[in-house]
């Protein structure tokens, strides 16, 4: 099953199924990427974000994102945002965003929700609006805030679930906590701890070296907002790095410590490579393809590896220490955050091609292939 799957991924993406889009040739119809732009990442209930709303979080990036590219907001016909968290789907949110940016209310907004590939998905989307000839300019938006997510009147599900269908195969498992289909993952592939507190002490200490190198600079966007202390006194801050960086990271101190959640936002500006250059706009990278692939709900983290071949640089979203272990280590081969990240460093490293893949809640993986013009 699992080669299988890899083969059906890999044809599909290496263009057996007729890709509109090639490696390493240029058209007029790619679907290019002119500007990609993420808020810093800080930790929920304690971050520099603990107290800024999702719709400021985007409504910023947003304004952001006109800024850099200087693009007249009226061109853009369409925003797509995803989400996982927010209440409603996030159309609220999203919409309030796009007109607190300074998009005129003829732009039209929408949301989607594909779990931990939400943002991802967004831009696939607003790329596949382009390539149907619906719209000429599109924005691929992400956003969450795992504090308001967290939030005394969350609730992740409904009081109560149709017993009929928690008794069909692996329905019961798409509820599992996601804490728990790490160590499913784990358990099921013999990934021991030793290993996972390896892996992620590893992940910090790169991390904070390329924090302290720079490389994160050019794709974050800095955002003004307020932060109360203890007493509610507010007081206004920029916030411009990640927080939740940890340089001093061991193997050892990583397996005390609790998990922590962030807030962020991000966005990209799509259009095609002929209307880009009409508008005088750069070129950051263009947009080659996407897969999904399914896997059990129960071990859900471990889609990255069935959703993507191997390509120059991959940018995986870390979920847990388990799953990042178990998809990194065989040879088989997460969202516009990601995205920002992937053509960041593509350009830092003079590469060209890059995924960037997730793990999915419900038993998914989704990955996509971008190719940097820098």
């Known amino acids: 099953m699992a080669s ?7 044809s599909h993406l290496n263009g057996t199924k007729a890709p509109r889009t090639q490696i390493g040739v240029q058209s007029p119809d790619d679907i290019v990427i002119v500007q990609a732009l993420r808020t810093p990442i800080t930790r929920a209930r304690k971050g520099g974000f603990k107290d800024t709303t999702s719709e400021y979080l985007l409504g910023t990036i947003l304004r952001g994102l006109l800024e850099r590219t200087r693009i007249d907001p009226t061109l853009v016909d369409d925003i797509c945002v995803g989400n996982v968290c927010p209440p409603g789907g996030g159309a609220t949110t999203a919409r309030m965003a ?15 929700n594909r779990q931990c590939s939400s943002g991802l998905q967004a831009v696939v989307h607003i790329a596949h609006a382009i390539q149907a000839g619906m719209i000429d300019v599109g924005i691929g938006a992400g956003v969450e805030s795992m504090t308001q997510f967290y939030g005394p009147q969350h609730k992740l599900l409904p009081d109560t679930i149709n017993d009929e269908v928690m008794e069909a195969p692996q329905v019961a498992d798409c509820i599992i906590p996601m804490g728990l289909t790490s160590e499913n993952v784990s358990a099921e592939f013999g990934i021991p701890r030793s290993k996972q507190d390896a892996f992620a002490a590893l992940s910090h200490q790169r991390a904070a070296r390329a924090q302290k190198l720079g490389h994160f600079n050019e794709e974050i966007y800095p955002v003004r907002t307020k932060i109360a202390d203890k007493d509610g006194k507010e007081t206004e801050i920029i916030v411009d790095r990640d927080d939740g960086v940890r340089p001093e990271a061991t193997a050892e101190s990583l397996g005390k410590l609790r998990a922590a959640f962030s807030a962020d936002g991000a966005t990209t500006a799509e259009m095609h490579r002929s209307r880009a ?8 990278g263009k ?6 692939a399914g896997v059990p709900p129960r071990i859900m983290g471990v889609g990255p590896a069935y959703a993507v071949p191997a390509l120059d640089i991959i940018e995986l979203n870390e979920a847990f220490a388990s799953q990042s272990v178990y998809c990194v ?5 997460i969202s516009t955050r990601q995205i920002s990240t992937l053509l960041t460093e593509l350009k830092r490293q003079d590469k060209r091609v890059g995924c960037t893949t997730m793990c999915i809640g419900g038993g998914f993986g989704m990955a996509a292939i971008f190719e940097s013009e820098h």
Do not use: D, H, M
């Not at 250059?277 to 950051?284: F, Y």
């Not at 947009?287 to 999904?292: D, E, R």
């Not at 280590?329 to 081969?333: K, L």
């Open 277 to 284: 250059k009409e508008l005088g706009l750069s070129i950051q």
């Open 4 to 10: 299988f799957r890899l083969t059906q991924v890999a």
């Open 98 to 112: 796009a007109l607190y940016a300074g998009f005129p209310n003829t732009t039209s907004v929408q949301t989607v």
């Open 329 to 333: 280590e065989p040879s088989v081969w």
């Open 287 to 292: 947009f080659v393809a996407s897969a999904v």
